[in-house]
């Protein structure tokens, strides 16, 4: 029986590690769908030197692969740090090249994709495929059998050709095609009127709300905190950074730092922030919540936490989000905090600040501020 973090493939052998780590064990780094995509590219693609691989959450399948200087895809800065973490855990002496979400492909003799949660990156990450790669190169695609919804086939079999699938495997699947090549370059960003905001936002394939305004976003706008004696605030998992340029149009004196884990959602809100031409009022980081930012440097932090990561639902990053906030903060400085009423954050709040208040609530969402 294999210790719970260690993924045993024909590949390899390798200790993975979540990021955050989750010490409950309760999740592990890897799933069944990336087992299954392990066993067909062993018996199809053993000896395949540099494929592309999108969307590895914490580096099973390009670890695995390590041997065949994968180029790992990533819109998650999250998973980016957990390939390297996991590749130093292993003391792998490997020559994995990891790219952003939003950069041209590299030439690649075979692509494989982890199913990513949306259906719009889904389709995007096709459409790059078919562009930057010829006609004929393979796709291997692992999924949860949960997970892939109709619109998941409807896409894949647009996109690719001679496609087929495989039997379920502990409740995964393979979606296996061909590109089908000369495809134009995807658009990156859609700009949008929004006009609850009365702000130009940007829709990019894996922003947050694509196309919506989510009604947890909503309640915080509503009930917008008052910033007129605040100098500096950080949008913090800024998603489009409606919240963000709703402070800045509303406050001509703030500075606001934009950060997300999601390089399309820190492209979507560069476009906005040069739409609005703020650029002097604003720094933009791809980040895990706010690594590397100063000890009590900020004054007001803006924060409608995730909870999910990826698949899987749960509200460790929200946590770390409360813990780094407080570091970050100036003694005087808030926490403004959305929440659905029924992850009770303010418990998780108290932990971090001797004071949370309730700013606004209804029968779903709760606005707190926190201070220490
Ligand atoms: C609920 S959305 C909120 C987006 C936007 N602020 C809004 O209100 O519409 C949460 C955001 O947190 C980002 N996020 C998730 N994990 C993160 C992490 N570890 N560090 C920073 N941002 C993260 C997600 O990419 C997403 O954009």
Known sequence: MNAPNQLTSPFDTLQLERLPRDNSHTLRAWDAADEYLLQYLHEHFNETQQPLIFNDNFGALSLSLHQQNPTTINDSFVSQQ?????????????????????????????AIIKLPKNTRY?????QMLNHYLPAGTPVAIGAMVKYLSSNFFKLFEQHLENTTTTLAKKKARLLLGFTRGGAKKPTLAIARQQPETGLTVFDTPNVFAAGKLDQGSRFFLQHFPDLSDTESAID????????????????????MSFVDESCHAIYATRCAVKAMDVAERATLQQNHCLQGFEKHSVDA????????????????????????SARVLKPSGKLYIIGNRHLGYHLELKKHFKQVKTLASDKKFVLWAAHS
């Open 236 to 255: 913090l998992g800024c998603g489009n950074g409606l919240l963000g340029l709703t402070a800045l149009k509303k406050h001509p004196q703030l500075h």
């Open 301 to 324: 932090v803006l924060c409608n936490p995730p909870f999910h990561q990826q698949q899987a639902v749960g509200i460790q990053i929200a946590r770390q989000m409360f813990r780094d």
């Open 82 to 110: 957990a390939t390297l973490t996991n590749q130093q855990i292993n003391q792998l002496d490997t020559n994995i090249q990891q790219l952003d979400s939003v950069s041209a492909l590299p030439p690649a003799p075979l």
């Open 122 to 126: 889904f389709e995007f990450q096709l």
